[in-house]
């Protein structure tokens, strides 16, 4: 039970995005996309969630290859949680909570009371319950990602699709939905994660993916992939590593 990507490529034109990309992620477990910009990590997201159907190799989900499935199939198995939201009706947060529910009815029926547990229970589960009946514009950053969150819960598909969810919070928020997101796996979820933080990816996610110009740089458990010379090759940065009570550390090298 999973996702398994073999011998992605594809290109814009003549201009090649991702080669031969090949990754496994399993059941309960919390994958980790690192890799500066330009890498292919947003085109690799496309191509996960559908939107993207011109390339080469191929993605299967649970056994069942991803451009075979209806939007509808695909949505019960992936749910997606984009890095910011901008709203252009005033919904609340129980109304966007109810999205994740759309693949679960006919689209032309109004939401039931199943439906409603559902989008209440999801936000109850990431802690935005009393938020319910907020305007969801009007929320903070942080509490737009808990309740987006709770949407893609909702949805109830196994495996989340979540790109760069903290890049825009507070460091406090940062942590407290990378710790929720990982507290997900637990239950089962499968998480893939694009971050541009080699730290966060360090102490939270199982395992890492890597990119650099579109191909694999490196792929495996988070703390034997993470070294200070993927770092330097990724990010063009020199780093120490530091072992502390917490976990490890990554110290740039930089001079003050």
């Known amino acids: 039970m999973g996702i398994l990507v073999q011998g992605v490529t594809c290109a814009y034109g003549s201009r090649p995005v991702l080669q031969d990309v090949t990754f496994s992620a399993q059941k309960g477990e919390f994958l980790a996309v690192l890799g500066p910009n330009g890498a292919g990590k947003s085109t690799l997201f496309r191509c996960l969630l559908g939107s993207m159907r ?22 019960k198995k992936i749910a997606y949680i984009p890095q910011s939201h901008r709203p252009t009706f005033g919904y609340s947060v129980l109304d966007t909570a109810l999205m994740g529910t759309t693949r679960q009815r006919s689209p032309f029926l109004s939401p039931g009371k199943p439906q409603v547990e559902r989008a209440r229970e999801a936000l109850r589960r990431v802690g935005a319950d009393h938020l319910e009946g907020r305007e969801f514009s009007r929320l903070s950053g942080g509490e737009q990602q808990l309740v987006l969150l709770a949407r893609a819960i909702a949805q109830d598909s196994e495996i989340l699709v979540m790109d760069e969810p903290a890049s825009s919070l507070d460091y406090g928020n940062q942590l407290r939905i990378l710790s929720m997101v990982r507290e997900l796996t637990e239950e089962g979820y499968t998480i893939l994660l694009s971050t541009h933080d080699p730290q966060q990816a360090l102490w939270f996610s199982h395992r890492v993916l890597a990119l650099e110009n579109g191909a694999v740089a490196a792929e495996g458990p988070a703390r ?33």
Do not use: H, N
């Open 54 to 75: 011109g390339y080469s190799g191929t993605i299967t989900v649970d056994g069942e290859d991803l451009r075979t499935l209806s939007p509808g199939k695909r949505a």
């Open 224 to 256: 034997e992939v993470l070294t200070a010379d993927l770092i330097r090759r990724l990010y063009r940065v020199d780093t120490a590593f530091w072992d502390t009570p917490q976990g490890p550390m990554i110290l740039p090298e930089v001079k003050l």
